[in-house]
Each structure stands twice: as C-alpha cells, then as structure tokens.
C-alpha cells in the first residue's frame, strides 16, 4: 500500500512541529515516505497521487490537555475547519483538503491526525506531553498500515 | 436610522499578517479611516546590529514567508554596493530567475487564491473551488511552477538557503534546472487562460492619483536594480530614498506610515510598476495586457488583479528567457570583502519597492539597519482609497459596503506580517 505521511507544521514555533516530529520520526525508524509540509494548507494536494494512502499530521490549539490526539478521516467526511489548527498562511489544513475535495483530487484515503499543542510563540520548546503523543502518533500510523 | 455608522472588520482575513480596519462617517462625511496593525512590532533592524553582513539575506527572509526572496535580494544588492562587490552577469541572471519564481508563486497566490474570490461573492478559494474547479486547479498548478523555480535555485520552497551576498552558495547545473523549461512552457499557457478569466470579472470605478513610485531600468521591466522614479518626475538612484521619503509613527499601528517627504501620499506595487514601465514591457505583453482591457496606465486599484496576471506572464517569459541561454556562474560567488561604508538598495516585491541601506564597519558588522518593506510605504494609500471609495458609495447597504471595504484593502495585496516589520474593518457611520 503506497503509504504517504505529510508532517505539517513550523519548527520555530515549539508545539506546531509536531506534525514534522512525527514524519521525521517515521522516515527515521521505519523507513516510511514522509514529507515535512510548511507551506499553506492549498498546496497539500500537491504531495500525493491518486492511488496513495495518506496521513497528515498537524498541531491543533483546541483547549484540550496537551498532547491529546484527535483523528479524522477525511475519506469518510469533511474535516472540522473550527477545531483550531495553527496556520501562519491561511487557509490551513482543513482547507486545503477541502478544497481537494471539491477538485475531486482526494487519495485513495486520507487520515488526519492533529495533536494538541500548549506552546506555540517562536523560540518555544516541544512540551513533553506532545512529545509523547508524536510518538503515540507514530505508532497509531504503523499499527493502522500494517 | 441613527446619525453614527460605524464599519468595523476585527480581523481582516486574505491578508498576510494581522490588522483592523474602522471607518467613521458624520451626516454623510468620511470622519476617519483608521487601519489598526496589531500584528507586534518585530525590531528586525534592532537585531541586525552586531551581526555579520553575511548574515542579513538569511535574518531579513524571515521577515516574510511570501517573499523573502525580495529581502535576500534587496539585502545582497545594499551589501554588494557597500562593499563595492559585483557578481557579475551569470550570478545577475540567476538572482532574476529566482525572483521571477517568487514573482509567480506570491502574484498567483494573491490573484486567484485571495483576490478572485472577492469578485466573485465567495468568502475563499474553497468556495469559489466548487463553481470554478478549472480556474483553481489551474491557478495552483501555476503557483506550483513558481514554487519550483524558488527550490531549484534557492533550495527550498520558503525562505531558501541558497543565497548568499556575493551570490549563490551553490550554482544549480543546466541540467538541474532544464526539467523547468518545459513546466514553464505550460504554465504560460495558463498564466494566458487565468489572465483572460480575471478580465472577466465586474471591476468598480475607482481612479486614484496617489504619486506613483517605483525602479525604472533602462533596457527592462523593473526587478532587481535600476532608479527610483515616480508618476511626478521624481528620478534618483536608489541610494537617495531617505532623502525624498520619511517613515513616520502613527499611534494607532506598529507599522510605520511612509510618505514623500512634504507630506504626498505614495503608492508602489504592480500599478505603479506597470504605469511607469509599460514601455519596457515586450511587445507580445502589452498585446495580452490589451486584450484583458488595460491601457498603458492603471491607476484603478481593483483592476491590480489583472496586473498581477500581466506580470505573472511576464516573470515566466522572462525566466524561460533566462533559462534557455543558462551557464553556471563560476565560481558561484565572489569574495566580498568588508569596509567601513555605507550600502542601500531597492528592488521590486511582487508588492512593490523594498528599500533596504546598512551601515557596515570595518570588522564586517551591522552597525544601522533600515528596512523599508512596500506595505509601509503603502498604508497611507490604502487609507486614502477606503475614504474615497467610502465617501462615493455611502448608498450601499452595510455588508456590501463592509466587503467591499475588505476589498479595497485587499486590492493592494497588503502584508502586514512585513509592514510591523495588517487586518480588522470598523466602518462607524450615521
């Protein structure tokens, strides 16, 4: 299965790397093709091809507990654009799949993972609950794909 | 209804950054337009001091992730000048290149992704996709071309890392570069096809004459180098800009408000690069600029969308120009030596002229920084044209004219993000 991870995020920004924690982490273990994502959310489409199965993951600032892992199955229905994901470009993640999908060019399937992130002002470190759950989020992917 | 009518808009959203607008209108007057930026101040300048001259290409691209590539350019040009370095013509073309990416990726972005939806009633992109999926899959193709002349020769799409002052870190070879000629040949097939959508659109009747600033070369479209001049005669090199402009503070924002020094307002960017250079545009250009119904002026701000598309056209003619006769620069760079001196230099942003001067010590350090971003020098005429437009169409009803309000500021494709180096609308009326 043409597995394809797309961490997005900003590595100045503590919590918002999160999503490219997790493709690093992925590419770094498990040899998975992974791509770090850090521009706005209406070039996503532009990683896959028809045929892939794809996961994004993306930090959230929804005002749960740190770390705390949502996921959404963009395949099955429209993903939540009101849950809080960190753009500094507009439009974000949500939108941007969204707006594949009125293009008709969605993958094969296509999960969203976002992580709830408690520090995001430039210069911040990743806090170790989201840490945690980039692991966790790791783990979710390999478990699903195999 | 009551005497006040107060338009406000929080946060303006399709621009890059964070800012407010209010409007204020008594018994049929335009009172105040207020265009708040609360985006922090971000003392770029402060930060530039002490660091090596080497250093600012990469500091001042982070003042920006639409363009910094405008930064690098204009930060190498104002240390090179400095220093008395020049690269010579191999590393001049490759700089073209690059900016010409920059050029399509952000002017596309802006005209179809931001701006188009205003034209046609959507509240974005994603709205509009569902009615228009051919011009939208068309535009992001296009903007994606853009993007790929910035990675190839910079690096990396954002803020690339390939520029350094004396040239580039490394010169792509021809054949790195080639797989973009033919990428770029179809993109010009659908700069044509999005410019030809754009002047479709219903544009309303707004003429402005704010004084017109921008470079002017002697032989080319304006981009990386040649003379500031203006719309009332102003001509000086580059270097003279602190001399006829002033930047001042205005309480209510953190960006500062530029004007020609005696109190005009000034407007830079695509109108005043198109109507102070039309005669530099190739033949084949001012053709297509024709067909969409521009003349060899335009001074009305909603018609900026199409000479976003114009030039668009122009930066991919332009690169394929460059890239056909490419040879690597060798080597890739020159050795720039420091001298206690003073450098500046302007180029063209896809938003208009970037005035950057640094003052270099001897020991090859940043003394002074000045940088003077286009949306800065821009606020004064955004101002302007929403008191103009305002005090014209009083008659319309309060979410259109909020809208359209949006619209107006949007027509100068604004970034605020650079300017606190913007956007909120209040408009208060009785």
Redesign the interface.
């Known amino acids: 299965m043409p597995l394809l991870v797309i961490g997005v995020g900003n590595d100045f920004r503590g919590d918002d790397a999160a999503g490219l924690l997790a493709a690093r982490r992925l590419r770094a273990c498990c040899g998975v093709r992974a791509v770090e994502h850090?521009?706005?959310g209406?070039?996503l489409?532009?990683h896959w091809r028809p045929m892939d199965h794809v996961v994004v993951v993306d930090a959230l600032c929804s005002g749960h507990a740190p770390g705390t892992v949502f996921r959404f199955d963009a395949t099955e229905g429209p993903v939540p654009g009101d849950v809080g994901w960190i753009s500094?470009?507009?439009?974000g993640v949500a939108?941007g799949i969204?707006?594949a999908r009125?293009?008709?060019?969605l993958p094969a399937s296509l999960t969203v993972y976002g992580i709830e992130a408690e520090h995001i002002d430039p210069g911040d470190r990743v806090t170790p609950a989201v840490a945690a759950a980039v692991e966790e989020v790791a783990l979710a992917i390999l478990d699903e794909t195999a | 209804m009551s005497k006040v009518r107060t338009i406000t808009v929080n946060a303006l959203a399709r621009v890059e950054g964070e800012g407010g607008l209010k409007v204020r209108v008594r018994a049929g007057k335009v009172q105040e337009v207020r265009l708040d930026i609360y985006e922090p101040p971000r003392f770029f300048e402060a930060f530039l001091k002490g660091r090596a001259l080497g250093e600012a290409p990469d500091l001042t691209a982070r003042i920006c992730g639409i363009c910094p590539v405008a930064y690098q350019m204009s930060s190498v040009h104002a240390m090179e000048a400095a220093c008395g370095a020049d690269p010579g013509p191999r590393v001049r073309a490759l700089r073209r290149l690059l900016y010409c990416g920059e050029w399509i990726e952000s002017h596309v972005l802006h005209a179809a992704m931001l701006h188009a939806p205003d034209f046609l009633g959507y509240e974005s992109a994603l709205h509009m996709a569902k009615d228009h999926p051919e011009a939208v899959t068309l535009s992001l193709r296009l903007k994606k071309a853009g993007n790929e002349i910035v990675t190839a020769v910079g690096g990396r799409e954002i803020h690339p890392v390939n520029v350094r002052v004396g040239g580039f870190w490394r010169a792509p070879s021809p054949s790195e570069l080639a797989p973009l000629v033919p990428k770029l040949e179809t993109a010009r097939g659908e700069a044509v096809a999005l410019l030809k959508w754009a002047s479709g659109f219903t544009f309303p009747d707004l003429d402005l004459h704010h004084e017109l600033v921008s470079l002017r070369h002697p032989s080319e479209y304006p981009l990386n180098e040649g003379r500031i001049v203006s719309s009332e005669g102003l001509d000086i090199a580059a270097s003279e800009w602190e001399q006829h402009f002033e930047e001042e503070h205005v309480r209510r924002s953190n960006a500062l408000h530029a004007r020609r020094k005696g109190g005009g307002i000034i407007q830079t960017g695509p109108l005043a690069r198109y109507t102070l250079n039309y005669d530099r545009l190739p033949a084949a250009i001012q053709a297509a600029a024709k067909e969409a119904g521009l003349g060899r002026e335009c001074r009305n701000p909603f018609k900026s969308i199409l000479v976003r598309c114009v030039e668009t056209l122009w930066a991919i003619d332009e690169a394929l120009s460059i890239l056909r006769a490419y040879e690597p620069p060798e080597p890739s760079f020159v050795e720039v030596v420091p001298r206690e001196a003073v450098g500046a230099a302007a180029t063209e942003a896809p938003r208009g002229l970037l005035f950057h001067r640094y003052r270099i010590g001897g020991d090859g350090l940043i003394k002074e920084a000045r940088i003077v971003p286009p949306t800065a020098q821009n606020l004064r005429a955004i101002e302007a044209d929403l008191r103009g437009f305002v005090q014209n169409h009083l008659d319309i009803a309060e979410d259109r004219l909020t809208l359209l309000c949006e619209q107006v500021v949007r027509n100068h494709d604004p970034c605020i993000s650079c300017a606190t180096h913007f956007l909120k609308l209040k408009i208060d009326r009785d």
Do not use: F, N
């Not at chain 1, 009125?102 to 060019?105: A, D």
């Open positions: 850090t521009k706005d209406l070039s489409m532009e500094s470009h507009s439009p939108e969204e707006t009125v293009l008709g060019r």
